[in-house]
């Protein structure tokens, strides 16, 4: 992965609104792979009773995993919009723990890139949420 690739793909998640006020940190970039992720904040959380953070939220960061990791490519497009994202909830992602999201680029079309990503809290053993998802291709001239 070459530098310039790494700081596009950086680039493109600084330049989403929802991901700087969710707090989203890239933690890294590889071929067609990103991690992302962000705080426990009390402004995010679902149920006061429990303090477990808001299934949008979680839904939020995969969906910005996913497009990072479409971006980061290879054959990496010039642009990236979500076309479909399926998210299973698996278990409430514990209070007060960063949120984690994992995603990769499992197979690219000339229009579609198709991705697999894990949600996780501080036990990756335990996912929060995994989705799947097709993205657009926007390829340049």
């Known amino acids: 992965m070459t530098p310039e690739r790494i700081r596009i ?3 493109f ?3 989403i609104p929802h991901a700087r006020a969710l707090a989203m940190r890239v933690e890294s970039i590889g ?3 990103a991690e992302i992720s962000m ?3 009390a402004r ?3 149920d006061p009773r429990t303090g477990v953070i808001a299934g949008g939220a979680v839904s939020a960061l995969m969906d910005t995993c996913g497009g990072a990791a479409v971006m980061s490519h290879p054959e990496a497009p010039q642009g990236t919009a979500t076309l479909d994202l399926r998210i299973d ?3 409430p992602a514990t209070p007060g723990q960063r949120i984690r999201a994992r995603a990769e ?3 690219l079309t000339r229009s579609v890139a198709f991705v697999r990503a894990t949600a996780t809290d501080d036990d990756p053993a335990r996912p929060v949420a995994t989705a799947t998802g097709a993205f657009t291709v926007e390829r340049g001239a």
């Open 39 to 41: 705080p426990w904040d």
């Open 89 to 91: 909830y698996m278990s």
């Open 105 to 107: 680029v499992y197979h």
């Open 31 to 33: 071929p067609g792979t």
């Open 44 to 46: 995010l959380v679902g």
């Open 13 to 15: 998640i600084a330049a």
């Open 9 to 11: 793909a950086r680039q």
